[in-house]
């Protein structure tokens, strides 16, 4: 079956929670599936591909 490729946002205040730790692991293999997603932060310590700060272009 021919999956279609979805443009995904996440959201999140920051990268040091359990929640965070999840939404990560959740964008990671919706990426690795292929899907065009970005997991946006207000302040990160990981800049991964998907990983957006809210002042940048997302898509």
């Known amino acids: ?4 490729k979805k443009k995904i946002l996440l959201l999140s205040t920051g990268d040091i929670n359990g929640a965070y730790e999840l939404l990560f692991k959740i964008a990671d293999f919706l990426n690795e599936e292929g899907h ?3 997991l946006v932060v207000q302040k990160t310590k990981k800049m991964l591909s998907f990983v957006k700060l809210p002042n940048k272009q997302i898509f």
């Open 1 to 4: 079956m021919n999956q279609e």
């Open 36 to 38: 065009e997603v970005a």
